[in-house]
């Protein structure tokens, strides 16, 4: 069976719903950051997981020239966007699922691209992420909140312990 096949997409930045204007959204790479380790008596290296994750990034395309969002870059800290991806899967037998990706953070690179006459004007943005949500079919997946110290995974949030032994 073909599922989960994303049917469409919305994409919009602080509120704004940006329908009919978005290309493309790139999601952020979830990757834990690990240790590698190796010792006596051991047949191979392994990698140890460091309750971490790599740098959130995420990136998308929009086909207009917006001024609302080129208004987002910042170069002071302080200053943070929300954006949202939705999308709307779907799978051979009809099956429909919703899916909500809800971040927060500063806006990396405003890249407007090659103008030339009578052609679209793309805008690529790129995002360093500060908060990081994954829902599908209104199950938490991934709740990533770096600053705060919370990595809620299915529903558990890996971090507690650890936040508590360090009185977070």
């Not at 994954?134 to 299915?154: K, R």
Request: glycine share 8%.
């Amino acid at each position: 069976m073909i599922a989960d096949i994303l049917y469409d997409l919305n994409y919009f930045v602080d509120g704004r719903g940006y329908a009919g204007r978005v290309k493309e959204v790139k999601l952020p790479v979830i990757k834990p950051k690990v240790m590698s380790y190796n010792a006596g008596g051991m047949a191979a290296e392994v990698d140890v997981p460091m309750g971490r994750f790599e740098k959130l990034e995420s990136e998308a395309t929009l086909m207009c020239f917006d001024e609302s969002v080129l208004k987002t870059m910042r170069i002071l800290p302080g200053s943070q966007f929300a954006h949202t991806a939705r999308g709307a899967m779907v799978s051979d037998d009809g099956t429909k699922k919703p899916v909500v990706v809800s971040m927060r953070g500063i806006l990396l690179e405003a890249d407007m691209g090659t103008w030339k006459a009578g052609e679209e004007m793309p805008v690529n943005l790129k995002m360093s992420l500060r908060y990081y949500k994954l829902q599908i079919s209104g199950n938490v997946i991934y709740e990533i909140d770096p600053v705060n110290y919370i990595a809620v995974i299915d529903g558990v949030d890996q971090l507690e312990t650890t936040r508590q032994h360090l009185a977070i």
